[in-house]
């Protein structure tokens, strides 16, 4: 008699890190290369399993990098690999500007994308031109006003509709997004623009960063910045900061975890 019981599947947590120059963004493309699409593809090597399957919390836009990145992976093997081999196997067959830092099981309910409540991102600023940052750092030559940039940043804080922040496909569905809280810091030659959030719509970190360099540079006011949160129609694709220069920071699943993570930087 045959054992018609199906295939346990098994699920692991991964934490990943990416150099997102020269990848079209996180989610597979059947005609460009992509974060999801080269995991895949190292991924069914190594379980030998055409239906594995990988999710990530989220999507990122072309060019954008990450430090911490959530990915499930779901397959129907396995063998006995140990999370660490399958770590180490991965990362011989993944291109160096992928590299997997973690793997751990997780049971079959966790969702890297449905079970993730926070999500926080870093744009990087280069006060000077820098021989070793051009890929990762917008530079800006205008003399920035720190002070102006941090206190527009707190207007972002709370339930907004980002519309005037988001591209016109993010218009069919709700553009409302829960801001935890965003905050400008200085490192010698570099501004870091931390933005933490519940989700965040196409785009719409970069207009972020790019309304308040504006800020900075003292062609938009405060006042302005108000007035584009209430706008529902204006695009502010004028003012998206380049991808070079956004990293995803990292995904928060527990809300003490996220709690205290904004407490930190509000200290920083």
């Known amino acids: 008699m045959k054992n018609l019981t199906a295939p346990s599947r098994k699920r692991y947590r991964l934490t990943l890190e990416y150099a997102g120059s020269g990848y079209s963004g996180w989610q597979?493309?059947?005609d460009a290369r992509t974060i999801q699409g080269t995991l895949l593809a190292a991924g069914i090597e190594i379980f030998a399993d055409q239906k594995l399957d990988i999710q990530g919390h989220g999507r990122t836009d072309a060019g954008v990098h990450a430090l911490n990145y959530t990915a499930h992976l779901e397959t129907n093997a396995g063998?006995?690999?140990?999370?660490?081999?399958?770590?180490?196997?991965?990362?011989?067959?993944?291109?160096?500007?992928?590299?997997?830092?973690?793997?751990a099981p997780c049971g079959p309910r966790f969702h890297a994308r449905h079970n993730c409540i926070g999500r926080s991102y870093i744009y990087k600023i280069a006060r000077r031109k820098m021989a070793?940052?051009?890929?990762?750092?917008?530079?800006?030559?205008?003399?920035?006003?720190?002070?102006?940039?941090?206190?527009?940043?707190?207007?972002?804080?709370?339930?907004?509709?980002?519309?005037?922040?988001?591209?016109?496909?993010?218009?069919?569905?709700?553009?409302?997004?829960?801001?935890?809280?965003?905050f400008v810091y200085e490192d010698e030659d570099m501004l870091r623009l931390r933005v933490v959030g519940s989700h965040f719509l196409w785009?719409?970190?970069?207009?972020?960063?790019?309304?308040?360099?504006?800020?900075?540079?003292?062609?938009?006011?405060?006042d302005?910045?108000?007035?584009?949160?209430?706008?529902?129609?204006?695009?502010?694709?004028?003012?998206?900061?380049?991808?070079s220069g956004l990293?995803?920071?990292?995904?928060?699943?527990?809300?003490?975890?996220?709690?205290?993570?904004?407490a930190t930087a509000r200290k920083e």
């Open 28 to 30: 597979k493309q059947n």
């Open 132 to 182: 070793f940052q051009k890929k990762y750092a917008w530079w800006v030559k205008d003399q920035l006003d720190l002070s102006a940039m941090a206190q527009a940043a707190k207007l972002f804080g709370g339930m907004h509709d980002f519309a005037a922040f988001a591209e016109k496909p993010e218009l069919k569905k709700s553009t409302k997004v829960l801001v935890n809280g965003v």
């Open 247 to 262: 990293f995803f920071e990292r995904a928060f699943y527990d809300q003490e975890e996220l709690d205290n993570f904004l």
């Open 203 to 222: 785009k719409m970190v970069r207009r972020m960063a790019g309304v308040l360099v504006e800020v900075g540079r003292g062609k938009l006011s405060a």
């Open 79 to 103: 063998g006995r690999m140990t999370p660490g081999e399958i770590c180490e196997r991965f990362n011989d067959l993944l291109p160096s500007s992928i590299v997997v830092l973690a793997v």
């Open 224 to 243: 302005k910045v108000e007035a584009l949160l209430a706008e529902t129609s204006e695009s502010l694709s004028r003012y998206t900061a380049p991808p």
